[in-house]
Every structure is written in structure tokens, then in C-alpha cells.
């Protein structure tokens, strides 16, 4: 997409009475977050009819059920659509193993047609912990072992000599991966 054809679209939590009560089906409206998201993105998509679309779920909680779920919501009236996802390692190491079954059923869903994450010894971890037999790609250099690594103490001492950083110094980096 060129800039100009670029637009944030929020996804906004909505108020019903239905909502908040003490004895309401929805205490909260951010137990609506997926359902929310998935209904913005399928109206997003249907304003460009016979366009394919291509839903990207960059973390599996909570985008991953909601991209699924306006994919077939989309396949439903016809429009090509295709999934990706990018497990995250809060997905993998803290939410999916409270979710395991539902961790392993989005990675494997037949309407995903891409799983990207950030190293190939992420991907073999993700395979092995959630059961996940399908092809997944890594994309480098979000989180890239063979190129970036921790420092030893020595290469520590000499970038803390090159920018004068006094020995106590407490130093704090951030690789933003972002970035064209």
C-alpha cells in the first residue's frame, strides 16, 4: 500500500445494557474485544468488494480468533481471504499454556495460510510445544540468534570504553524492529 492508501480504523468497545450489570451475560466489555475487532475488520473488507484480503493476526491474543473469525464470516458471501499469524513469545511462553488446546487449534486452523514468527529455533519450539506439524517461516531479524547475541564481557567493556560509559553505569538498549 502507498501512504495515502493507508487508515487507522479503530475498533471501539461499544455500551449495552447488556453489559457491566451485576447480573449481565458480559460483565465487561472487553470480554467483546474479538467479536469487536473481527466485525470492524469484515466492514473494513467490504468496503472494497473482490479485492483479496489478507487478515494478519500479529499476535494470537486476541487477533488471532478475531482475523478467523471474519475470515469465514468473508469466505461465507465469497470475497478471497487469506490468514496470517505471528505467535509472539507471550503467546507461546505465558497465554498458551493456559490455552493449550486453543493455542494448537489456531496455529493448525485450515484457513490460516501463513504462521510467520522471528527465528527458526522459535518456530521448532512452537511446533514441539503446541503439537503444530505445518510449515511456519521465520522472518529475520525480529529475533535473529545467529546474528544478534549477548554481548561478552569483554565486547561490554569495550563499547563501555568507546562511549565513555563509566563502569557503574546501568546501560538500557532498545532494537526496535519496526523500521524499514
Request: proline fraction near 10%; hydrophobic fraction near 40%.
Amino acid at each position: 500500500l502507498t501512504p495515502e492508501r493507508i487508515q487507522y480504523v479503530p475498533a471501539v468497545p461499544f455500551e449495552a445494557n447488556a453489559i457491566g450489570r451485576a447480573n449481565s451475560p458480559v460483565p465487561d466489555k472487553q470480554m467483546l474485544t474479538e467479536l469487536v475487532l473481527a466485525e470492524k475488520a469484515v466492514e473494513v473488507a467490504r468496503t472494497t468488494p473482490n479485492t483479496p484480503v489478507i487478515f494478519w493476526g500479529s499476535y494470537l491474543f486476541p487477533f488471532a480468533p478475531a482475523c478467523l473469525r471474519a475470515a469465514r464470516i468473508l469466505e461465507e458471501i465469497g470475497q478471497d481471504v487469506e490468514v496470517w499469524l505471528t505467535p509472539a513469545g507471550s503467546d507461546v511462553w505465558e497465554l498458551g499454556p493456559n490455552l493449550p488446546y486453543i493455542t494448537h487449534q489456531l496455529l493448525v486452523d485450515p484457513l490460516v495460510t501463513q504462521v510467520i514468527t522471528y527465528s527458526q529455533p522459535f518456530v521448532e519450539e512452537i511446533q514441539e510445544r503446541y503439537d503444530v506439524h505445518r510449515d511456519m517461516h521465520a522472518v529475520r531479524p525480529v529475533i535473529d540468534t545467529s546474528r544478534f547475541y549477548q554481548p561478552s564481557a569483554k565486547q561490554r567493556q569495550n563499547y563501555r570504553d568507546r562511549l565513555k560509559l563509566p563502569e557503574n553505569a546501568f546501560v538500557i538498549t532498545s532494537h526496535n524492529n519496526m523500521r524499514p
